[in-house]
């Protein structure tokens, strides 16, 4: 083995020693693998552990430990187990904390009281963000046996009495929206294992989707949480930047400021998105870093309880979404003007400048220091990689009288978006009659086939213009249903390729989710709003 082999193997050695601390041990699983892993866990975890896991979000099992009707040892020990079973079907994990996990889940249990909101709670971690006494190397093969940085979010969560089990994997370079890099593979799809479970936070996606997991946290700066929510079937949260704490996560060019990054959680329930912020806020963490809007967490009473204005983004101009996505959004634009919502078409404002504006502004040095570890180590660059750096004519290297001038044209977009949407209002001077929130595909389609995901402006848009938005389940492929129009003409090359890579029988068992946009800021209302429109689908 090369050298960046051997290093790269120690890490997996120590998963898999990590691993074997499974008890009872999992019994060999199906070699080849089914194609979708959902029916695993029936077959694998005990009757209790499959229920325990199966059939509640974080919000039900929260109120069975209060009321001490399971304790927190069982309830880890379940999804320890789970997540193990996940690790061996789609290879989603860098760490199982067997022993530390139910060390503090029986501290837990044997406290007279709850300590926080969190009380003996399994919540899974991104290993790209870093954990208090653990190593962490981002994906990078040059930083494995580093240490972790300090995690305000990581520390909120643990004080109000979660039980950290497990970590899970990430990208090279964690700007792909496809999950593989060279110390532990590709992490595949608990849906269908051809197909990806997207990035960054693509470990936390495919083990919250097997349901290894109710709670995991992630982070986003061009799709990492929303995507993987996506293509997982499962919820998703990008707060607006500086609502939340970001300190802990590893990475290249900090201080980097041109595109910022945000924490965000991946659930199996829109009130877990919802639990999650209220968590963090309500400790005021502005008090220790100055940086953070002083917000509490408010939910928008007045959003929940009226008839909503609501747009939808059918295409952004510039690539056309499968059918499924298209789909996905006439199922919700049909439940919403039932239940007496007016539903309008959304005019995308020249997207296409929106993605050479965020693609240069994510690496303003051309790409320098998310090499710089890549070639310390020898490691190979993945195409992914390459795609996002070398391919994308707007990423070079700026002084910064150039990098400002971006920045420029950055908020002056920015301003023009905030316009168009200004337009949509029946009163422009009051802004009465506006567009409450905007519905769009999460991807160009479903979770993409391997290597394909080269297409991220349907998540990175919004990263370019800090709005917050919330990912929701909506349906499943249907082969027969999910086609295109005969005599489609693609609109340009990217929508070429995106046309050419679908076939529905490609991405059979797929989940296909969508988006909720809301305007900068406005966390809480696009919150309410996913909640009027799934009540508008029927659901509670």
């Known amino acids: 083995m090369a050298p960046w082999e051997e290093k790269a193997k120690t890490a997996r050695d120590y998963r898999d020693q990590t691993l074997s601390k499974v008890d009872p041990p999992l019994k060999p699983l199906p070699d080849p693998l089914p194609l979708s892993s959902q029916g695993l866990a029936k077959e694998y975890l005990t009757e209790r552990e499959y229920e325990l896991t199966q059939n509640y979000d974080a919000i039900e099992l929260l109120e069975l430990l209060r009321t001490k009707k399971l304790t927190s040892e069982e309830l880890t020990r379940a999804f320890l187990r789970r997540a193990a079973l996940a690790q061996y079907a789609v290879n989603c994990v860098t760490e199982l904390m067997w022993d530390e996990a139910i060390e503090r889940a029986k501290y837990l249990d044997s406290l007279a009281e709850p300590i926080g909101p969190l009380h003996g709670l399994p919540i899974s971690v991104k290993e790209h963000h870093g954990m208090n006494g653990k190593t962490n190397h981002a994906s990078y093969v040059a930083w494995i046996g580093q240490g972790s940085d300090p995690n305000p979010i990581n520390d909120i969560l643990y004080d109000a009495g979660c039980v950290y089990y497990v970590r899970t994997t990430g990208p090279q370079t964690l700007m792909h929206l496809e999950c593989n890099n060279n110390v532990y593979g590709r992490t595949v799809n608990p849906w269908n294992r051809d197909l990806t479970s997207g990035g960054s936070s693509g470990g936390e996606g495919a083990l919250v989707g097997f349901r290894g997991s109710v709670w995991g946290l992630g982070g986003d700066i061009g799709g990492s949480v929303r995507a993987p929510a996506s293509n997982c079937g499962i919820y998703g949260f990008k707060p607006t930047t500086k609502r939340i704490p970001l300190k802990g996560m590893k990475h290249v060019m900090d201080g980097k400021e041109s595109i910022l990054a945000t924490f965000g959680p991946l659930t199996q329930s829109r009130e877990t998105l919802n639990l999650f912020m209220k968590t963090i806020l309500d400790t005021k963490p502005w008090r220790t870093d100055p940086s953070l809007t002083v917000k509490p967490w408010t939910p928008d009473t007045e959003t929940v309880n009226k008839k909503l204005k609501i747009a939808i983004e059918w ?30 078409d ?49 990423v070079k290297k700026r002084d910064m009288h150039e990098l400002w001038k971006l920045c420029s044209e950055r908020d002056a977009y920015r301003e023009a978006y905030a316009a168009q949407w200004s337009k949509t209002a029946t009163d422009p001077k009051t802004g009465e009659g506006e567009v409450d929130v905007i519905i769009c595909p999460t991807t160009p389609g479903c979770a993409p086939l391997h290597e394909t995901a080269r297409y991220w402006p349907y998540t990175s848009h919004w990263n370019l213009l800090d709005y917050p938005g919330a990912v929701f389940p909506v349906t499943f492929v249907d082969t027969e249903k999910d086609v295109y129009e005969p005599g489609y003409k693609p609109m340009n090359d990217q929508d070429k390729y995106n046309y050419d890579i679908y076939a529905p029988e490609k991405f059979v068992g797929a989940p296909v989710n969508l988006t909720v946009i809301g305007r900068r800021g406005m966390d809480e209302k696009v919150m309410a709003a996913l909640e009027v429109i799934e009540k508008a689908m029927g659901r509670k």
Request: glycine residues 8%; negative net charge.
């Open 346 to 394: 959304w005019v995308p404002y020249d997207h296409a400048k929106g993605w050479d504006l965020v693609s240069a502004l994510y690496f303003p040095d051309g790409g320098e220091a998310a090499y710089e570890p890549l070639n310390a180590s020898g490691e190979p660059v993945l195409p992914l990689t390459k795609f996002i750096i070398d391919e994308q004519p707007h």
């Open 315 to 344: 295409d952004d101009g510039v690539v056309r979404p499968h059918p499924p996505a298209t789909r996905a959004m006439q199922i919700v634009a049909d439940a919403c003007k039932a239940a007496g919502h007016e539903v309008v």
